[in-house]
């Protein structure tokens, strides 16, 4: 029987019949996979994938997490989906960037990448032979085409500044040169935006993020719409060593199943406050793609995308630097640190300027990256007015 989107979220890769009629699967230790005689040793060694082998390829738990994972991303076009979980979201985009390059090979990359992405790309892939080249999100490829350009890899929206890519667009272009596309979707997840739907080929996400939702576990994962290509990731994955314990894909699945709950608080809350946000003096302007003030890029997100989550990013007026510490050191609400996702506030100052060689973010103000939490909006609200009473301009 077919199922909608969130009966499906709640129900995929469960197989209580299988664990005694548990709910949740059980956390499946395991390095050794025994086999009944040497017969099906050998038929499992031919056939390694898709079915419990050695632990570095995973137990039945990472099977349910990837079987959920793979659903979230089915739709209409795509009925078969397949998922890769791997032990973070920087190694999913890292595996399926070297499970498709090798020496001599060019990848296009998108200027506003995750800064470890980007960072991987500049120091490991330059330094096996692949050329890395990054492009404005905001303008067309058709100019850094060649012949050895293999990957595109977008992120959209962009980290820190948020620009929405033309996905279908860059789709186009890669299917027309051969060029595999990769992007990394950990800002909607596959609950808000279906890259594979788009015609992309493989949608990384950090799962640490949202998908864990509760800001207790690393892990990621890679999906696509193609067996064969889900067979060459998992290998490589393996290869790469990269081995996920049982535990984090069981806080993984278990994660999926309030996601479109708390997505849709988090896109309420983030709403709210950037819009307020952007009525404040000394807000100059609101990167979130859900505003419509948010040019271009809004257009193009409301074209393909079903939602926002809770990660957007405000440039201030120029201001001290001190008087932004002493505003973010004074919230009662919000804490301070990296990643993002969990069900709590965070906010963060950002420097992209830091992390940028092809788009000019040299003349902006201070940024300041916010998540917003599931905690009442106004509570969050009220604190940053308080805080944002204590920026001295200059
Ligand atoms: C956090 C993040 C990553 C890296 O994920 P980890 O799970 O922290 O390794 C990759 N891409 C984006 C967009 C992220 O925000």
């Given amino acids: 029987m077919t199922s909608k989107r969130h009966t499906r979220i709640v129900q995929s890769g469960r197989r209580s019949h299988d664990w005694w009629g548990l709910v949740n699967p059980p956390i499946c230790h395991g390095s050794t996979i025994l086999f009944p005689d040497v017969a099906e040793l050998e038929e499992a060694t031919a056939h390694p994938f898709g079915r419990t082998f050695y632990g570095r390829m995973g137990t039945p738990t990472n099977f349910c997490f990837e079987e959920a994972v793979a659903d979230l991303y089915r739709d209409e076009k795509n009925d078969a989906t397949f998922a890769v979980a791997t032990s973070s979201g920087l190694a999913a985009a ?55 350009v293999k990957v595109i890899f977008m992120e959209s929206p962009g980290s820190l500044t948020f620009e929405v890519q033309d996905v279908p667009g860059v789709v186009s272009l890669a299917r027309r040169h051969d060029i595999i596309t990769v992007l990394d979707n950990t800002w909607a997840t596959g609950l808000y935006f279906n890259p594979l739907a788009l015609g992309v080929d493989i949608a990384v996400e950090s799962a640490t993020k949202y998908i864990v939702g ?9 999906v696509c719409g193609d067996e064969s290509m889900a067979r060459h990731l998992r290998r490589a994955a393996m290869l ?27 896109q309420t809350n983030a709403m709210t406050l950037a819009t307020w946000l952007e009525k404040q003096p000394q807000v100059k302007r609101v990167c979130h793609p859900g505003l419509s003030s948010f040019k271009p890029f809004h257009e193009l997100w409301k074209r393909d995308f079903r939602g926002a ?39 963060l100052p950002v420097e992209p300027a830091k992390e940028r060689t092809v788009t000019d973010w040299k003349d902006t103000g201070i940024m300041v990256r916010i998540h917003a939490g599931l905690e009442d909006v106004q509570d969050l609200m009220d604190d940053l007015r308080q805080g944002m009473a204590l920026l001295k301009s200059c």
């Fill in 94 to 148: 890292t595996i399926a960037l070297t499970a498709y390059l090798k020496q001599g090979d060019e990848v296009l990359m998108a200027d506003p990448v995750y800064g470890a992405t980007r960072r991987f790309a500049d120091v490991f892939l330059t330094s096996y032979g692949v050329t890395v080249t990054y492009f404005d999100p905001a303008q067309p490829l058709d100019d850094l085409i060649n012949e050895r």
């Fill in 240 to 266: 790469r060593g990269d081995a996920v314990s049982a535990e984090r894909c069981y806080l993984g699945q278990r994660g999926i199943r309030t996601l479109p709950l708390r997505l849709r608080h988090h």
């Fill in 214 to 222: 509760h800001a207790d576990a690393m892990l990621g994962v890679m």
């Fill in 309 to 347: 989550s809770g990660l957007f990013a405000l440039e201030l007026m120029p201001c001290e630097r001190s008087s932004v510490h002493k505003m973010l050191n004074g919230l009662h609400h919000f804490g301070i640190g990296y990643s993002w996702g969990g069900y709590e506030s965070l906010i």
